[in-house]
DNA sequence: TCCAATTAGTTTCGACTCAATACTAATTTT
DNA sequence: AAAATTAGTATTGAGTCGAAACTAATTGGA
Protein backbone atom coordinates (compact mmCIF):
# COMPACT_ATOMS: atom_id res chain seq x y z
CA UNK A 1 0.00 0.00 0.00
CA UNK A 2 2.69 2.54 1.11
CA UNK A 3 4.91 1.17 -2.02
CA UNK A 4 2.29 2.59 -4.45
CA UNK A 5 2.06 6.06 -2.83
CA UNK A 6 5.69 6.30 -3.45
CA UNK A 7 5.17 5.20 -6.81
CA UNK A 8 2.37 7.62 -7.56
CA UNK A 9 4.97 10.53 -6.71
CA UNK A 10 7.84 9.17 -8.64
CA UNK A 11 5.44 8.80 -11.38
CA UNK A 12 4.51 12.40 -11.18
CA UNK A 13 8.11 13.58 -10.47
CA UNK A 14 9.18 11.83 -13.71
CA UNK A 15 6.16 13.52 -15.80
CA UNK A 16 7.43 16.71 -14.43
CA UNK A 17 11.17 16.44 -14.82
CA UNK A 18 10.04 15.82 -18.54
CA UNK A 19 8.19 18.65 -19.29
CA UNK A 20 10.89 20.66 -17.94
CA UNK A 21 13.46 19.20 -20.20
CA UNK A 22 11.07 19.89 -23.08
CA UNK A 23 10.77 23.14 -22.36
CA UNK A 24 14.15 23.38 -21.89
CA UNK A 25 15.32 21.85 -25.15
CA UNK A 26 12.58 23.06 -27.05
CA UNK A 27 13.85 26.84 -26.18
CA UNK A 28 17.57 25.60 -27.46
CA UNK A 29 16.22 24.07 -30.64
CA UNK A 30 16.85 20.72 -29.23
CA UNK A 31 14.20 17.69 -29.18
CA UNK A 32 14.00 15.88 -25.55
CA UNK A 33 15.74 13.48 -26.68
CA UNK A 34 18.65 14.68 -28.33
CA UNK A 35 18.96 16.70 -24.94
CA UNK A 36 18.98 13.41 -23.53
CA UNK A 37 21.96 12.24 -25.52
CA UNK A 38 24.06 15.21 -25.04
CA UNK A 39 23.65 15.04 -21.04
CA UNK A 40 24.57 11.68 -21.36
CA UNK A 41 27.48 12.25 -23.58
CA UNK A 42 28.84 14.50 -21.00
CA UNK A 43 28.45 12.45 -18.02
CA UNK A 44 29.71 9.00 -19.68
CA UNK A 45 33.14 7.70 -19.47
CA UNK A 46 35.90 6.71 -22.06
CA UNK A 47 34.06 3.24 -22.61
CA UNK A 48 30.89 4.20 -23.21
CA UNK A 49 30.83 7.07 -25.58
CA UNK A 50 29.55 5.43 -28.53
CA UNK A 51 26.03 5.49 -30.74
CA UNK A 52 25.13 1.69 -29.22
CA UNK A 53 25.63 3.12 -25.84
CA UNK A 54 23.64 6.20 -25.72
CA UNK A 55 21.03 3.97 -27.36
CA UNK A 56 21.29 1.29 -24.35
CA UNK A 57 21.00 4.10 -22.11
CA UNK A 58 18.21 5.57 -23.89
CA UNK A 59 16.24 2.31 -24.10
CA UNK A 60 16.14 2.62 -28.10
CA UNK A 61 17.21 1.58 -31.57
CA UNK A 62 20.53 2.20 -32.47
CA UNK A 63 18.64 3.22 -35.93
CA UNK A 64 17.05 5.66 -33.82
CA UNK A 65 19.55 7.33 -31.89
CA UNK A 66 21.87 7.44 -35.19
CA UNK A 67 19.37 10.19 -36.53
CA UNK A 68 19.29 12.14 -33.29
CA UNK A 69 23.17 12.22 -32.93
CA UNK A 70 23.28 13.28 -36.54
CA UNK A 71 21.11 15.88 -35.81
CA UNK A 72 23.47 17.32 -32.53
CA UNK A 73 26.21 16.72 -35.03
CA UNK A 74 25.28 19.02 -37.34
CA UNK A 75 23.86 21.85 -35.10
CA UNK A 76 27.61 21.65 -33.49
CA UNK A 77 26.95 20.30 -30.13
CA UNK A 78 28.96 17.11 -30.69
CA UNK A 79 31.46 15.71 -32.47
CA UNK A 80 31.99 12.25 -34.17
CA UNK A 81 35.40 11.09 -34.83
CA UNK A 82 36.87 7.29 -35.85
CA UNK A 83 37.91 4.81 -32.74
CA UNK A 84 41.87 4.16 -33.60
CA UNK A 85 41.76 0.66 -32.34
CA UNK A 86 38.62 -0.24 -33.84
CA UNK A 87 37.77 1.41 -36.65
CA UNK A 88 33.90 0.30 -37.01
CA UNK A 89 33.25 1.90 -33.62
CA UNK A 90 32.48 6.24 -33.45
CA UNK A 91 33.70 8.16 -30.78
CA UNK A 92 31.34 11.07 -29.66
CA UNK A 93 33.04 14.01 -27.90
CA UNK A 94 30.29 17.06 -27.08
CA UNK A 95 31.53 20.83 -28.29
CA UNK A 96 32.19 23.38 -25.69
CA UNK A 97 28.96 25.17 -26.89
CA UNK A 98 27.32 21.30 -26.31
CA UNK A 99 28.79 20.87 -22.87
CA UNK A 100 27.74 24.06 -22.13
CA UNK A 101 24.10 23.74 -22.80
CA UNK A 102 24.02 20.17 -20.59
CA UNK A 103 25.94 21.90 -18.16
CA UNK A 104 22.89 24.66 -18.25
CA UNK A 105 20.35 21.72 -18.27
CA UNK A 106 21.54 20.14 -15.68
CA UNK A 107 21.68 23.77 -13.80
CA UNK A 108 18.18 24.34 -14.32
CA UNK A 109 16.22 21.28 -13.35
CA UNK A 110 18.87 20.38 -10.44
CA UNK A 111 16.97 19.61 -7.46
CA UNK A 112 19.05 21.85 -5.13
CA UNK A 113 16.29 24.74 -4.69
CA UNK A 114 13.39 21.62 -3.86
CA UNK A 115 16.02 19.89 -1.93
CA UNK A 116 17.39 23.41 0.30
CA UNK A 117 15.47 22.79 3.32
CA UNK A 118 16.34 19.38 3.77
CA UNK A 119 19.73 18.68 5.50
CA UNK A 120 22.90 16.63 4.16
CA UNK A 121 21.87 13.34 5.98
CA UNK A 122 18.40 12.93 4.92
CA UNK A 123 19.59 13.97 1.36
CA UNK A 124 22.48 10.79 1.90
CA UNK A 125 19.32 8.86 3.03
CA UNK A 126 17.46 10.00 -0.46
CA UNK A 127 19.83 8.61 -2.64
CA UNK A 128 20.95 5.60 -1.37
CA UNK A 129 16.81 4.76 -0.92
CA UNK A 130 16.55 5.43 -4.85
CA UNK A 131 19.80 3.64 -5.41
CA UNK A 132 18.53 0.79 -3.92
CA UNK A 133 15.24 1.19 -6.09
CA UNK A 134 17.21 1.86 -9.50
CA UNK A 135 19.22 -1.20 -8.45
CA UNK A 136 15.64 -2.96 -7.95
CA UNK A 137 14.05 -1.79 -11.06
CA UNK A 138 17.42 -2.88 -13.57
CA UNK A 139 17.39 -6.43 -11.56
CA UNK A 140 13.52 -6.91 -12.02
CA UNK A 141 13.85 -5.40 -15.96
CA UNK A 142 16.71 -6.86 -16.93
CA UNK A 143 18.27 -3.82 -17.80
CA UNK A 144 21.82 -2.61 -17.22
CA UNK A 145 22.65 -0.08 -14.79
CA UNK A 146 24.91 2.85 -16.01
CA UNK A 147 26.05 3.65 -12.76
CA UNK A 148 29.53 5.42 -11.88
CA UNK A 149 32.25 3.15 -11.92
CA UNK A 150 32.73 4.46 -8.07
CA UNK A 151 29.35 2.07 -7.46
CA UNK A 152 30.71 -0.25 -9.33
CA UNK A 153 31.92 -3.93 -8.03
CA UNK A 154 34.60 -4.29 -10.97
CA UNK A 155 35.93 -0.82 -9.72
CA UNK A 156 39.15 -1.97 -7.43
CA UNK A 157 40.60 0.73 -5.21
CA UNK A 158 44.21 0.56 -4.28
CA UNK A 159 44.44 3.29 -1.93
CA UNK A 160 47.40 5.43 -2.66
CA UNK A 161 47.93 3.49 -6.71
CA UNK A 162 44.50 4.75 -7.49
CA UNK A 163 41.80 3.12 -8.86
CA UNK A 164 41.60 0.44 -11.58
CA UNK A 165 38.82 -1.17 -13.35
CA UNK A 166 38.67 -4.86 -13.34
CA UNK A 167 37.33 -5.41 -16.59
CA UNK A 168 39.91 -3.66 -18.46
CA UNK A 169 42.61 -3.38 -16.33
CA UNK A 170 43.28 0.23 -16.94
CA UNK A 171 44.33 2.83 -14.12
CA UNK A 172 41.23 5.37 -13.28
CA UNK A 173 41.48 8.99 -11.78
CA UNK A 174 39.45 10.49 -9.13
CA UNK A 175 37.23 12.38 -11.72
CA UNK A 176 37.13 8.97 -14.23
CA UNK A 177 35.40 7.18 -11.13
CA UNK A 178 32.44 9.84 -11.06
CA UNK A 179 31.49 9.21 -14.88
CA UNK A 180 28.58 6.51 -15.98
CA UNK A 181 30.21 3.18 -17.65
CA UNK A 182 28.05 1.07 -19.82
CA UNK A 183 29.67 -1.47 -18.24
CA UNK A 184 28.51 -1.01 -14.58
CA UNK A 185 27.53 -3.46 -12.34
CA UNK A 186 26.17 -3.23 -8.68
CA UNK A 187 27.60 -5.28 -6.18
CA UNK A 188 26.35 -8.55 -5.52
CA UNK B 1 27.11 18.44 -4.04
CA UNK B 2 25.10 15.58 -2.52
CA UNK B 3 21.75 16.79 -4.70
CA UNK B 4 23.58 16.24 -7.90
CA UNK B 5 24.30 12.58 -6.64
CA UNK B 6 20.81 12.31 -6.21
CA UNK B 7 19.63 13.89 -9.33
CA UNK B 8 21.54 11.53 -11.33
CA UNK B 9 20.07 8.33 -9.56
CA UNK B 10 16.56 10.03 -9.91
CA UNK B 11 17.02 10.98 -13.30
CA UNK B 12 18.08 7.42 -14.59
CA UNK B 13 15.26 5.96 -12.67
CA UNK B 14 12.88 8.36 -14.37
CA UNK B 15 14.72 7.42 -17.70
CA UNK B 16 14.55 3.70 -16.91
CA UNK B 17 10.29 3.98 -16.09
CA UNK B 18 9.83 5.89 -19.33
CA UNK B 19 12.03 3.23 -21.35
CA UNK B 20 9.66 0.09 -19.47
CA UNK B 21 6.31 2.71 -19.97
CA UNK B 22 7.65 2.43 -23.36
CA UNK B 23 8.19 -1.09 -23.88
CA UNK B 24 4.44 -2.19 -21.91
CA UNK B 25 2.45 0.12 -24.38
CA UNK B 26 4.56 -1.61 -27.33
CA UNK B 27 3.04 -5.20 -26.32
CA UNK B 28 -0.70 -3.88 -26.68
CA UNK B 29 0.05 -1.12 -29.91
CA UNK B 30 -0.05 1.69 -27.57
CA UNK B 31 2.20 4.67 -27.43
CA UNK B 32 3.88 5.81 -24.19
CA UNK B 33 1.80 9.03 -24.14
CA UNK B 34 -1.44 7.20 -25.00
CA UNK B 35 -0.69 4.82 -21.74
CA UNK B 36 -0.06 7.78 -19.63
CA UNK B 37 -2.95 9.59 -20.45
CA UNK B 38 -4.63 6.00 -20.08
CA UNK B 39 -3.06 5.67 -16.64
CA UNK B 40 -3.61 9.15 -15.58
CA UNK B 41 -7.48 8.62 -16.16
CA UNK B 42 -8.18 5.88 -14.10
CA UNK B 43 -6.48 7.83 -11.59
CA UNK B 44 -8.11 10.77 -11.50
CA UNK B 45 -11.34 12.06 -9.77
CA UNK B 46 -14.31 14.14 -11.65
CA UNK B 47 -13.13 17.61 -11.91
CA UNK B 48 -10.05 16.22 -13.78
CA UNK B 49 -11.09 13.75 -16.38
CA UNK B 50 -11.36 15.84 -19.35
CA UNK B 51 -8.76 16.31 -22.59
CA UNK B 52 -7.69 19.43 -21.01
CA UNK B 53 -6.97 18.06 -17.62
CA UNK B 54 -5.09 15.38 -19.25
CA UNK B 55 -2.95 17.96 -21.23
CA UNK B 56 -2.11 20.14 -18.02
CA UNK B 57 -1.16 16.77 -16.90
CA UNK B 58 1.21 15.10 -19.45
CA UNK B 59 2.85 19.22 -20.10
CA UNK B 60 1.38 19.05 -23.90
CA UNK B 61 -1.17 21.17 -26.35
CA UNK B 62 -4.52 20.40 -26.12
CA UNK B 63 -4.31 19.69 -29.69
CA UNK B 64 -1.69 16.99 -29.28
CA UNK B 65 -3.40 15.17 -26.60
CA UNK B 66 -6.66 15.54 -28.43
CA UNK B 67 -4.99 13.16 -31.15
CA UNK B 68 -3.79 10.86 -28.79
CA UNK B 69 -7.50 10.62 -27.08
CA UNK B 70 -8.86 9.93 -30.34
CA UNK B 71 -6.81 6.53 -30.77
CA UNK B 72 -7.51 5.59 -27.20
CA UNK B 73 -11.02 5.96 -28.09
CA UNK B 74 -10.68 4.28 -31.36
CA UNK B 75 -8.76 1.10 -30.00
CA UNK B 76 -12.02 0.92 -27.31
CA UNK B 77 -9.46 2.04 -24.30
CA UNK B 78 -11.58 4.86 -23.61
CA UNK B 79 -15.32 6.60 -23.87
CA UNK B 80 -15.78 10.48 -24.40
CA UNK B 81 -19.32 11.63 -23.59
CA UNK B 82 -20.64 15.23 -22.92
CA UNK B 83 -20.92 16.99 -20.13
CA UNK B 84 -24.77 17.74 -18.79
CA UNK B 85 -24.47 20.98 -17.64
CA UNK B 86 -21.61 22.58 -19.49
CA UNK B 87 -21.89 21.10 -23.08
CA UNK B 88 -18.54 22.72 -24.19
CA UNK B 89 -16.99 19.61 -21.87
CA UNK B 90 -15.94 16.03 -22.47
CA UNK B 91 -15.62 13.75 -19.97
CA UNK B 92 -13.22 10.67 -20.65
CA UNK B 93 -14.15 7.53 -18.83
CA UNK B 94 -12.06 4.31 -19.54
CA UNK B 95 -13.65 1.19 -20.25
CA UNK B 96 -13.12 -1.98 -19.45
CA UNK B 97 -10.60 -2.96 -21.15
CA UNK B 98 -8.76 0.47 -20.29
CA UNK B 99 -9.07 0.17 -16.78
CA UNK B 100 -7.62 -3.31 -16.86
CA UNK B 101 -4.21 -2.48 -19.38
CA UNK B 102 -3.60 0.08 -17.33
CA UNK B 103 -3.47 -1.55 -13.50
CA UNK B 104 -1.53 -3.98 -15.52
CA UNK B 105 0.60 -1.00 -16.07
CA UNK B 106 0.81 0.39 -13.25
CA UNK B 107 1.59 -3.54 -11.47
CA UNK B 108 4.18 -4.16 -14.28
CA UNK B 109 6.35 -1.44 -13.07
CA UNK B 110 5.45 -1.02 -9.48
CA UNK B 111 8.17 -0.20 -6.86
CA UNK B 112 6.86 -3.52 -4.83
CA UNK B 113 9.73 -5.87 -5.97
CA UNK B 114 12.38 -2.84 -5.56
CA UNK B 115 11.27 -2.24 -2.17
CA UNK B 116 10.27 -5.42 -0.95
CA UNK B 117 13.61 -5.52 1.69
CA UNK B 118 12.71 -1.96 2.65
CA UNK B 119 10.72 -1.61 5.74
CA UNK B 120 7.65 0.73 5.60
CA UNK B 121 9.00 3.02 8.03
CA UNK B 122 11.27 3.61 5.74
CA UNK B 123 9.25 3.98 2.56
CA UNK B 124 7.46 6.31 4.43
CA UNK B 125 9.84 8.75 4.91
CA UNK B 126 11.35 8.28 1.32
CA UNK B 127 7.47 8.87 0.15
CA UNK B 128 7.72 12.29 2.16
CA UNK B 129 11.45 13.07 0.86
CA UNK B 130 9.91 12.55 -2.69
CA UNK B 131 6.82 14.32 -2.44
CA UNK B 132 8.71 17.26 -0.95
CA UNK B 133 11.09 17.65 -3.98
CA UNK B 134 8.05 17.49 -5.96
CA UNK B 135 6.23 19.99 -4.26
CA UNK B 136 9.54 22.45 -4.80
CA UNK B 137 9.91 21.60 -8.31
CA UNK B 138 6.25 22.18 -9.18
CA UNK B 139 6.78 25.58 -7.30
CA UNK B 140 10.04 26.44 -9.28
CA UNK B 141 8.68 25.66 -12.33
CA UNK B 142 4.98 27.22 -11.81
CA UNK B 143 3.44 23.97 -12.91
CA UNK B 144 0.11 22.43 -10.96
CA UNK B 145 0.39 19.90 -8.53
CA UNK B 146 -1.55 17.09 -9.60
CA UNK B 147 -1.61 15.42 -6.28
CA UNK B 148 -4.46 13.32 -4.13
CA UNK B 149 -6.79 15.01 -2.41
CA UNK B 150 -5.83 14.20 0.71
CA UNK B 151 -2.69 16.22 0.50
CA UNK B 152 -4.82 19.05 -0.72
CA UNK B 153 -5.11 21.90 1.62
CA UNK B 154 -8.63 22.81 0.24
CA UNK B 155 -9.68 18.99 1.64
CA UNK B 156 -11.63 19.36 4.56
CA UNK B 157 -11.88 16.55 6.91
CA UNK B 158 -15.35 16.92 8.92
CA UNK B 159 -14.65 13.79 10.72
CA UNK B 160 -17.48 11.54 11.35
CA UNK B 161 -19.51 13.23 7.92
CA UNK B 162 -16.56 12.68 5.22
CA UNK B 163 -14.54 15.33 3.54
CA UNK B 164 -15.58 18.20 1.74
CA UNK B 165 -13.80 19.29 -1.25
CA UNK B 166 -13.53 23.38 0.18
CA UNK B 167 -13.49 24.38 -3.77
CA UNK B 168 -16.68 23.16 -4.82
CA UNK B 169 -18.33 22.29 -1.27
CA UNK B 170 -19.19 18.53 -2.75
CA UNK B 171 -18.89 15.99 -0.17
CA UNK B 172 -15.86 13.23 -1.26
CA UNK B 173 -16.01 9.80 0.20
CA UNK B 174 -12.92 7.66 1.35
CA UNK B 175 -12.08 6.72 -2.13
CA UNK B 176 -12.45 10.24 -4.08
CA UNK B 177 -9.94 11.32 -1.58
CA UNK B 178 -7.04 8.99 -2.99
CA UNK B 179 -7.97 10.20 -6.17
CA UNK B 180 -5.59 12.85 -8.38
CA UNK B 181 -7.49 16.02 -8.50
CA UNK B 182 -6.38 19.09 -11.63
CA UNK B 183 -6.98 21.59 -9.01
CA UNK B 184 -5.11 20.02 -6.36
CA UNK B 185 -2.70 22.66 -3.51
CA UNK B 186 -0.25 21.65 -1.21
CA UNK B 187 -0.92 23.39 1.98
CA UNK B 188 0.96 26.80 2.30
C1' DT C 1 -30.60 41.70 -24.27
C1' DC C 2 -27.18 41.10 -27.37
C1' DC C 3 -22.49 41.25 -28.88
C1' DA C 4 -17.63 40.47 -27.52
C1' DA C 5 -14.54 37.72 -25.05
C1' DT C 6 -13.45 33.48 -23.17
C1' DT C 7 -13.24 28.52 -22.78
C1' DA C 8 -13.26 23.47 -24.35
C1' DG C 9 -12.30 20.90 -27.84
C1' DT C 10 -11.07 19.47 -32.84
C1' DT C 11 -8.65 19.63 -37.21
C1' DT C 12 -4.83 20.41 -40.24
C1' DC C 13 -0.10 21.00 -41.33
C1' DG C 14 4.81 20.46 -41.32
C1' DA C 15 8.81 19.00 -38.63
C1' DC C 16 10.28 15.43 -36.07
C1' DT C 17 10.71 10.57 -33.46
C1' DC C 18 10.65 5.95 -33.64
C1' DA C 19 10.97 0.79 -34.90
C1' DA C 20 11.80 -2.21 -38.49
C1' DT C 21 14.39 -3.44 -42.18
C1' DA C 22 18.05 -3.53 -45.19
C1' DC C 23 22.37 -2.10 -45.83
C1' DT C 24 28.00 -1.23 -45.48
C1' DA C 25 32.24 -1.95 -43.37
C1' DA C 26 35.36 -3.73 -39.86
C1' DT C 27 36.45 -7.38 -36.78
C1' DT C 28 36.29 -11.98 -34.82
C1' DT C 29 35.48 -16.84 -35.14
C1' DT C 30 35.89 -21.09 -37.26
C1' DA D 1 39.74 -17.69 -46.23
C1' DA D 2 34.83 -17.91 -45.42
C1' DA D 3 31.15 -17.25 -42.06
C1' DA D 4 29.41 -14.93 -38.26
C1' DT D 5 29.29 -11.05 -35.46
C1' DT D 6 29.49 -6.21 -34.34
C1' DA D 7 29.11 -0.99 -35.02
C1' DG D 8 27.01 2.09 -37.44
C1' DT D 9 24.06 4.32 -41.34
C1' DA D 10 20.03 4.98 -44.58
C1' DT D 11 15.23 4.41 -45.69
C1' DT D 12 10.42 3.97 -44.92
C1' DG D 13 5.96 4.33 -42.81
C1' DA D 14 3.28 5.09 -38.61
C1' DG D 15 2.75 8.19 -35.24
C1' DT D 16 3.83 12.49 -31.90
C1' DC D 17 4.16 17.13 -31.40
C1' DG D 18 3.32 22.38 -31.45
C1' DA D 19 1.26 26.06 -33.91
C1' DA D 20 -2.44 27.96 -35.92
C1' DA D 21 -7.02 28.08 -37.54
C1' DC D 22 -11.30 26.51 -36.59
C1' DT D 23 -16.30 25.32 -34.20
C1' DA D 24 -19.38 25.53 -30.54
C1' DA D 25 -20.87 26.66 -25.88
C1' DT D 26 -20.63 29.76 -22.08
C1' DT D 27 -19.73 34.07 -19.67
C1' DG D 28 -19.55 39.04 -19.17
C1' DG D 29 -20.42 43.40 -20.02
C1' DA D 30 -22.54 47.61 -22.07
Not at 20 to 25: H, Q, V, W
Amino acid sequence: MSAQEANDVLERLCNLQRMEARAFGLRYGLQPVQMEALTYLTQCNRYSNTPQAVAEYLGLTKGTVSQSLKVLEQKGFLRKQADNEDKRIVRLAPTTKGSNLAKKALFTRSLEPALAKTDSIKIAELTSALRSILRGMQQVHGRKAFGACHTCRFNENHEKNGYVCGLTREPLSVQDIQLICREHQYPH
